[in-house]
């Protein structure tokens, strides 16, 4: 009897212990984000008072209207900030969610083919019919989807098992890399250019047209992957213990990659192919919660955070040069990733 | 250290050995095959006499000697080296998407390659052998050196994440310098793909040393491979020294991928799902993956290469390209139609 109620109550000090965590990590990571975007308002060429931007962002209540002020900070540098934060969000979510469903933290949309079908889609738009703008985002948009729903169809059979939507993801991935190249063969100098470009990713040419799209997306999605995470948390023991504890395996696999594909392809559109973000996101949530929860909230938050903070040293790290997001997102994010695997002497387990 | 084989597994032994026999005919077959097509028609009688009776004067039998030949050769060790590195890397990671590109290996090799042409002006091919090989070195070491860290040393779900990590830091890198360079940019996309064109028996004599090192170890990693595939614990019970193997492993991993990426440039696809495809045939035995993989990636590699010669004249096709159009659709095919074993 003793015994039990010791045992209980390791128990709960145990799950208070890892709640505690779980809070800390995730109101440092918010707090981290709120100053990163704070800071975004304020940095730039053009001198814009900490005072002046808090004024600028009440002016449709006050209706104190400063013309070339309010046009930076609520044209150009809000939208470019909120764009930065809703694409790493959904990088992220579908990046931990690929890797949750698959059990593998290599998983991710850039692995395993999403991006991939995205940016071939996208090149192909670009060097074939030498389409620019909207209309590439529109290409790499169903590029993502179709290149899903043939990984999804091609393995099926009876169900899907996580190992065979890997392998033939890359199988996918190899396919469309191979367009990719062979157009980039084929092609004027010039093109070729314009499509690299592209398959960086960047946000210097965002606007408040693009958030729209994305924001919408994500008011179906973040829901969604709510109400289906909870299955994945039984999906995680095996797909007969799942079942076995109530969970509508098939049922909730097909909705969590619906809603992963749905977060790359929104995002991809947006922005183009910022790479890393939903690789790197799920392993450093993890990482820093350390067991406390499986990280879907805290990823989206990382995911943010390292868009965000690396759209800042794209635009301002060195003079006159304004890199592409993508190429420091790659570099911070690997950075960062390679720091925490040398920080933690524990034994790599991302899964 | 040996483990007690069920009677079954004798039984498998004599198809298994008579299958890998005939690989080997079907590899000979095909490397004849690709001296003999291209786009200039050479008649059987030509090539043989080339072969036995070389004529310097003759125009076919230069072409046999000096760009058929070095190509093919070029074709069969690149291959090899590439179908082991591939197993090798999965057993030793136990993960079903090891591959030398994950590893940062291409990654390290291209970020050499195009510093060279960006920076020093590079632009002959020879040369570039020798910056690929060490940009796939140290990326390598660097990712080996980032894994161990640490109490674990370097587990193999640690090399997967910091060779992907790497990968994504230097081809960043290698982005950027493509952007501002137009130049390096045109130099550097027909390497990129992955090509057995153009390359000279010189290039063959540099690599071939580090090959033969390569493909030697890795043959002989298959017994470990075999022990650490049962896990590190079972293997350590079994006496097994843990970290040893996966050192061994890891450089005979290297050294191919790195002597491969030099040869050809960084041929992706053919070491991620040749080791697959034997597995699907030999079972999960890597003494038996390893020599499969060794003879079906060369079959992979040459096939596409007479292919991609022949696909859309005038031009050729890049055998990276081939590679990925002829093997994913049969890659794909065998996923679905197979249950595949599970690392």
């Not at chain 1, 210097?204 to 109400?227: E, G, K, M, Q, S």
């Not at chain 1, 690997?334 to 899964?351: C, E, Y």
């Not at chain 2, 540099?206 to 017994?223: C, D, M, T, W």
């Not at chain 2, 193997?245 to 991620?272: H, Q």
Request: charge should be positive; aromatic fraction near 8%.
């Amino acid at each position: 009897m003793t015994l039990a109620l010791d045992q209980s109550a390791i128990v709960r000090s145990i799950r208070g212990r890892l709640a505690l965590r779980r809070r800390g990590v995730t109101l440092g990571l918010a707090l981290a984000l709120a100053l990163a975007f704070a800071l975004s308002l304020y940095l730039g060429d053009y001198p814009v008072a900490p005072a002046d931007v808090l004024r600028s962002l009440f002016s449709p209540l006050t209706g104190e209207i400063n013309k070339g002020v309010d046009f930076i900070v609520l044209n150009v540098r809000v939208p470019r900030a909120v764009l930065a934060v809703l694409t790493g969000m959904s990088f992220a979510l579908s990046g931990i969610t690929f890797q949750t469903l698959l059990r593998n933290p290599l998983a991710s949309p850039d692995i395993i083919g999403i991006s991939h079908g995205a940016s071939a889609s996208a090149v192909f738009c670009i060097i074939v019919f030498g389409m620019s703008g909207l209309w590439v985002s529109f290409g790499a948009f169903a590029g993502a989807i179709l290149t899903a729903l043939a990984i999804y169809g091609l393995a099926w059979r009876n169900g899907v098992t996580a190992y065979r939507v890997v392998l033939i993801g890359i199988g996918m991935a190899a396919i469309m890399s191979a367009v990719m190249s062979y157009l980039f063969t084929r092609a004027r100098l010039f093109e070729v250019q314009q499509a690299l470009a592209w398959l960086i990713g960047s946000l210097n040419a965002a606007n408040a047209a693009d958030i729209y799209p994305l924001a919408l997306a994500l008011v179906v999605l973040i829901p969604l992957t709510i109400a289906l995470v909870r299955t994945l948390d039984a999906m995680q023991l095996g797909d007969d213990t799942a079942t076995a504890l109530g969970a509508r395996v098939e049922f909730s696999r097909l909705g969590l990659i619906l809603a992963a594909v749905g977060y790359a392809a929104f995002a991809t559109a947006a922005v183009g192919p910022v790479g890393f973000v939903a690789f790197v996101a799920g392993p450093i949530a993890r990482r820093l919660l350390n067991g406390a929860g499986n990280g879907f909230l805290q990823a989206a938050l990382v995911g943010a955070l390292v868009m965000l903070g690396s759209d800042m040293v794209a635009q301002h790290a060195l003079p006159s040069i304004q890199l592409p997001v993508g190429v420091v997102t790659g570099v911070f994010g690997a950075l960062f990733l390679l720091w925490l695997l040398m920080a933690s002497n524990r034994a790599g387990r991302v899964n | 250290m040996t483990f007690a084989e069920p009677i079954a597994g004798v039984r498998r032994q004599v198809p298994l050995l008579a299958g890998l026999i005939g690989l080997a005919v079907i590899v000979l077959a095909i490397a004849f095959l690709s001296i003999t097509v291209g786009a200039r028609p050479v008649t059987l009688d030509t090539v043989w006499a080339a072969l036995t009776a070389y004529d310097p004067n003759s125009t076919d039998h230069r072409i046999i000697w000096e760009l058929r030949l070095p190509r093919t050769v070029v074709g069969l060790l690149v291959g090899a080296a590439l179908g082991l590195a591939g197993a090798v890397l999965q057993g030793a990671t136990r993960n079903p998407l090891a591959d030398p590109s994950i590893l940062g290996i291409h990654a390290g090799a291209a970020l050499f390659v195009v510093l060279g042409v960006a920076v020093l002006g590079i632009s002959q091919l020879s040369l570039y052998v020798w910056l690929a090989f060490a940009g796939a070195g140290a990326a390598m070491l660097a990712v080996y050196a980032i894994a161990s860290v640490g109490r674990e040393g370097a587990t193999p779900i640690k090399l997967a994440l910091a060779g992907s990590a790497m990968t994504a830091a230097l081809q960043s890198i290698v982005s950027a310098i493509l952007l501002t360079s137009p130049r390096t940019l045109d130099e550097v996309r027909f390497w990129q793909v992955g090509s057995l064109a153009g390359r000279s028996m010189d290039v063959v004599v540099q690599v071939a040393p580090f090959l033969a090192i390569g493909i030697v170890l890795a043959l002989a990693s298959g017994r470990m491979l075999d022990g650490l595939s049962m896990g590190e614990d079972v293997a350590r019970a079994l006496g097994q020294n843990v970290r040893r193997s996966r050192a061994i492993a890891g450089l005979a991993a290297v050294i191919l991928a790195g002597a491969s990426t030099a040869a050809a440039g960084p041929i992706a696809f053919v070491g991620l799902t040749v080791p697959h495809v034997a597995r699907a045939i030999t079972g999960p035995n890597y003494r038996w993956i390893l020599p499969y993989s060794m003879l079906l990636a060369p079959i992979l590699l040459l096939g596409a290469d007479i292919l991609g010669r022949i696909i859309a004249p005038p031009g050729e096709v890049q055998v990276g390209i081939v590679t990925a159009f002829l093997g994913a659709p049969f890659f794909i095919a065998l996923v679905r139609r197979r249950k595949l074993a599970t690392l």
